[in-house]
């Protein structure tokens, strides 16, 4: 060991034998892991990773066997296949502890052959990881990470409830330390004031001041070290954060009180201290109690889904891991089971419990054909279903990420109330030096209690608080009503939103075909005629074949079927010819449509024996969703491909006097470019694969749950459950947001300016300075929380 020298990657005393030159200079380590390690990143030409790194590495272990992460079965834990060559694996990352830990996983590892992206998060302390199987194995990425001196692991549900739960116990233990700490010293402190008051013998007092010595410094060295961790982060980075203030406010305090203990000469302080501590960590354990409930709440869907689901062939059934299913696979799911995959169903009819995907507390009637869902609960019968998706390509799994993602992107005016709250901190710190120096002048005695609670009572915890608590409450709100935005900032946005665009297919009507109704032209009843319709489209895809396949009662013959594009279809049954469709099916028939609407014709050997009028059913909300916007001065419009006559009755029933017909993606797109020109906020909702570049275009933007995937990305936020009242609701949240963070803030600072001058002129004490301090927070945090209201 060489004496004064410390490791150059870790920080422990090095070792004379261990050595390396790096930038031209000897440099020492404590073992040949430090070395390996920092000659890795010089060599990947990261060096500069030393400069800017917050804090010492960790000091690599010895080399750990990650080949069982190479089993399949392993890797299915947490490893999704995105195709035949790639993977996606979730990792937690250990010892990530700032910016600089995130640029150096993010391009050592992008290096590396077979890796084909990384995207690090440095606040959830996970990595996300696109590999090539036939290219790199999994253990080799695993030992990647741990070469540069990190501890990759599995980023499943046990492994991060047990890094969550290691958390929670180590804020606990914190609180419990700092809380008796505070309640003994006050005790003692209470003797010492009396003594002050009555009179006391020296050595009385010197004794009490010893016992809260005792009593707070594994406070001030155990309980409050984060605040000094991201203190010195803060400083590290050129920044200020409030755990700055915080730190000089507790070490100035503890210094200056065993100062006085020791030399029996000046004030103590560590009542304040303990008080300080224990309600500042309280605060953070009641936000890591809040986070944690945000994360149940985005993961309670996965964590019903079972653990084995029953596979089975033509010849046998089996019990497989969930994780193994594959798309195509046949999965049995018995009654009061949930389903662990999507997929569509082939056998069996039941009753289905959807609620946590769209919110429907009614079960939903499910029969072949139909579409179920990961996560949804089978009724009274077993259903046979066929897998159309697994992992994260379920519906659950999109809406738990979208969720994710929300609670992850800041809105602009967080950013810059956190950029305030830095510029706030750095004025405190200055403001308490001058009334030092200037309390020093006037009355010595008082300086250093006064510069303290200066620094305690001004602590930006409310500022801080002000605008994450009033998004947070926000996106819980619009959660409950199965609302998902990417991000708060979204839900900001429609606060000042002056025009809303509708698509109509879809979004201001149901998007299913329904028959109004029929026309007889000849002598055959309506079921007949609904049963001939039956069976011509029994086999189609088409919108129009949806509007006659719910007559599955009727048996339907087996009939040769011809589609004729643009046109209908038709067929020979029972050697006579039927077509349905337009009547340009049959030329030489010259027929008026009977009124203004969608009709087909339904036509037996060249003669007309039927009209079928068809309509797409008006949303039951959307007229009431219309005048609430109305009344609001909210100027709705209709941005529809449909024809003109369609567009026109609708526009007409919901009384939308902006309206447009036949309109191309690009027509759209450009219809909210010209209403932005005009200084208009336009607020788009809509849900097909030509919605897309509106949606992305618009201010803000809302895609339907049963919208297109790309209308999905595109979109800003997602109905999970299509009701349209709620954008009115919505539009009405977001100012009550608004004016919460304004109230907020607006309480901070005047909270702040009647508090300073306060503690500047000598009337609050350090003990009443944490006090405010503390109910300043929870003035921001309860208001916030009245949003939910």
């Given at each position: 060991?060489i004496?004064?020298e410390?490791c150059?990657?870790?920080g ?5 034998e261990?050595?390396?030159k790096l ?10 892991g430090c070395?390996?390690?920092a000659q ?6 990261f060096?500069s990773?030393y400069q800017f ?9 010895e080399?750990?066997?990650f080949s069982?992460y190479d089993?399949?079965?392993?890797q299915?834990e947490?490893t999704?296949v995105?195709?035949?060559?790639d993977r996606?694996?979730?990792?937690l990352?250990g010892?990530?502890?700032c910016?600089?830990c995130?640029?150096l996983?993010e391009?050592?590892l992008?290096q590396?052959p077979g890796?084909?992206d990384v ?10 990881i696109?590999w090539?199987k ?8 695993f030992?990647?990470?741990a070469q540069?001196?990190?501890?990759p692991k599995?980023n499943?549900p046990?492994?991060?409830?047990g890094e969550l739960?290691?958390e929670r116990?180590?804020l606990l233990?914190?609180?419990g330390?700092a809380?008796?700490?505070m309640m003994?010293?006050?005790?003692v402190a209470?003797a010492l004031h009396?003594g ?6 020296p050595h009385?007092r010197s ?7 005792i009593?707070i410094?594994?406070?001030i ?5 984060p605040?000094?961790?991201s203190?010195?982060?803060?400083l590290?980075?050129?920044?200020l954060?409030?755990d700055?203030s915080?730190?000089i406010?507790?070490l100035?305090?503890y ?7 020791l ?5 103590v ?12 960590l309280?605060?953070r354990f009641?936000?890591f109690?809040?986070r944690?409930k945000?994360?149940?709440a985005l993961?309670?869907g996965?964590?019903?889904?079972p653990l ?11 019990n ?5 299913v594959r798309?195509g696979?046949?999965?049995?799911v018995?009654?009061?089971?949930v389903f662990?995959?999507?997929g569509?169903v082939i056998?069996g009819?039941s ?11 009614t079960p939903q009637?499910?029969?072949p054909?139909?579409?179920v869902?990961a996560?949804s609960i089978?009724g ?6 066929r ?5 994260q390509?379920?519906?659950?799994a999109?809406i738990?990420?979208?969720a994710s993602e929300a609670?992850k992107n800041?809105p602009?005016?967080q ?10 901190v750095?004025?405190?710190i200055l ?7 200037t ?8 300086a250093?209690?006064?510069a303290?609670s200066v ?5 930006p915890?409310a500022?801080s608080l002000?605008?994450p608590?009033?998004f947070t409450?926000?996106l819980?709100w619009?959660?409950?009503?199965l609302i998902?935005f990417?991000?708060?900032?979204y839900?900001s946005q429609l606060e000042d939103?002056?025009d809303v ?7 201001l ?10 026309l007889?032209?000849a002598d055959i009843?309506?079921k007949?005629?609904m049963?001939l319709c039956a ?9 129009i074949a949806k509007?006659?396949q ?6 339907i013959?087996d009939?040769?079927i ?6 209908g279809?038709?067929?020979t049954?029972d050697q006579?010819?039927?077509s349905l ?5 049959i030329p030489?028939?010259q027929?008026?449509?009977p009124?203004?609407?969608q009709w087909?014709?339904?036509t037996k050997?060249h003669d ?5 009028k068809?309509?797409d ?5 959307a007229?009431?969703t ?5 009344r609001n ?8 491909g449909?024809r ?6 609708l526009?007409?029933t919901?009384q939308i ?8 993606a690009e027509?759209?797109y450009?219809?909210v470019?010209k209403?932005q ?5 336009v607020?788009m ?5 030509n919605?897309a570049?509106v ?5 803000t933007?809302?895609a339907?749950?049963h919208a297109s ?13 299509n009701?349209?009242a ?7 949240q977001a100012?009550?947001?608004k ?5 907020n803030?607006?309480?901070?600072i005047?909270?702040?300016?009647l508090?300073?001058p306060?503690?500047v002129?000598?009337y609050v004490?350090?003990?009443?300075a944490?006090?405010?301090m ?5 003035v921001v945090?309860a208001n916030?929380?009245?949003?939910a209201?």
């Amino acid at each position: 060991m060489i004496d004064g020298e410390k490791c150059y990657h870790c920080g422990l005393n090095a070792l004379p034998e261990i050595t390396a030159k790096l930038d031209d200079k000897n440099v020492y380590f404590c073992c040949y892991g430090c070395q390996a390690v920092a000659q890795t990143i010089y060599q990947k030409g990261f060096s500069s990773f030393y400069q800017f790194r917050s804090r010492l590495n960790l000091r690599p272990e010895e080399k750990k066997d990650f080949s069982p992460y190479d089993n399949l079965d392993i890797q299915a834990e947490f490893t999704d296949v995105i195709n035949e060559t790639d993977r996606t694996s979730d990792l937690l990352i250990g010892g990530i502890t700032c910016a600089a830990c995130v640029w150096l996983l993010e391009n050592q590892l992008s290096q590396v052959p077979g890796i084909k992206d990384v995207l690090v998060n440095s606040t959830a302390r996970t990595a996300k990881i696109v590999w090539e199987k036939q290219t790199i194995k999994l253990s080799a990425i695993f030992d990647a990470i741990a070469q540069i001196g990190y501890e990759p692991k599995p980023n499943t549900p046990s492994v991060q409830q047990g890094e969550l739960h290691s958390e929670r116990k180590k804020l606990l233990i914190r609180l419990g330390v700092a809380g008796f700490g505070m309640m003994q010293a006050g005790m003692v402190a209470v003797a010492l004031h009396a003594g002050g008051i009555q009179g006391m013998e020296p050595h009385w007092r010197s004794f009490l001041r010893w016992v809260s010595f005792i009593l707070i410094t594994p406070v001030i060295i155990y309980a409050a070290s984060p605040f000094y961790f991201s203190a010195w982060r803060a400083l590290k980075n050129y920044s200020l954060n409030m755990d700055v203030s915080v730190s000089i406010a507790l070490l100035v305090a503890y210094v200056s009180s065993t100062y006085a203990t020791l030399y029996a000469h000046g004030e103590v302080y560590f009542d304040s201290i303990g008080m300080f501590t224990f309600f500042l960590l309280l605060a953070r354990f009641l936000e890591f109690r809040l986070r944690l409930k945000n994360i149940d709440a985005l993961n309670a869907g996965s964590h019903i889904l079972p653990l084995y689901v029953q596979r089975y062939d033509e010849a046998s059934f089996e019990n497989i891991a969930r994780k193994k299913v594959r798309v195509g696979d046949r999965i049995r799911v018995l009654p009061g089971e949930v389903f662990p995959v999507d997929g569509e169903v082939i056998e069996g009819t039941s009753s289905v419990n959807e609620s946590l995907i769209n919110g429907e507390s009614t079960p939903q009637n499910k029969t072949p054909g139909a579409s179920v869902f990961a996560g949804s609960i089978n009724g009274e019968s077993p259903l046979s279903i066929r897998t159309t998706a697994t992992g994260q390509q379920t519906q659950l799994a999109a809406i738990e990420n979208w969720a994710s993602e929300a609670s992850k992107n800041k809105p602009q005016v967080q950013l810059l109330s956190d950029k305030l709250a830095s510029y706030f901190v750095a004025c405190v710190i200055l403001i308490a030096a001058t009334t030092y120096i200037t309390w020093f002048n006037i009355d010595s005695s008082k300086a250093l209690w006064v510069a303290l609670s200066v620094l305690v009572v001004t602590c930006p915890c409310a500022l801080s608080l002000a605008t994450p608590t009033v998004f947070t409450a926000a996106l819980a709100w619009a959660r409950k009503r199965l609302i998902l935005f990417k991000s708060a900032q979204y839900f900001s946005q429609l606060e000042d939103i002056t025009d809303v665009a509708f698509d109509k297919t879809g979004t201001l009507t149901q998007g299913e075909l329904c028959v109004e109704k029929v026309l007889p032209l000849a002598d055959i009843d309506e079921k007949q005629i609904m049963l001939l319709c039956a069976t011509l489209e029994k086999n189609s895809h088409h919108p129009i074949a949806k509007a006659f396949q719910t007559n599955t009662d009727i048996s339907i013959p087996d009939a040769a079927i011809k589609v004729i594009p643009g046109k209908g279809v038709c067929a020979t049954i029972d050697q006579d010819f039927y077509s349905l469709g337009s009547p340009s099916l049959i030329p030489e028939l010259q027929l008026q449509y009977p009124d203004a609407g969608q009709w087909i014709l339904l036509t037996k050997n060249h003669d007309a024996i039927a009209w079928i009028k068809l309509s797409d059913n008006i949303r039951a909300e959307a007229n009431e969703t219309i005048s609430a916007l109305k009344r609001n001065n909210i100027t709705s419009h209709i941005l529809s491909g449909d024809r003109e006559e369609n567009v026109s009755r609708l526009a007409n029933t919901l009384q939308i006097s902006h309206w447009h017909s036949a309109l191309s993606a690009e027509e759209k797109y450009e219809a909210v470019k010209k209403l932005q020109s005009e200084n208009k906020r336009v607020l788009m909702v809509g849900d097909g694969i030509n919605d897309a570049p509106v949606l992305k275009v618009a201010n803000t933007s809302i895609a339907m749950s049963h919208a297109s995937q790309l209308a999905h990305t595109q979109a800003d936020a997602v109905f999970l459950k299509n009701n349209l009242a709620l954008i009115p609701s919505l539009i009405k949240q977001a100012k009550i947001v608004k004016q919460k963070i304004r109230q907020n803030i607006t309480w901070a600072i005047c909270y702040n300016l009647l508090a300073l001058p306060l503690a500047v002129l000598g009337y609050v004490p350090p003990w009443m300075a944490a006090i405010g301090m503390s109910a300043s927070s929870l003035v921001v945090v309860a208001n916030a929380a009245r949003i939910a209201k």
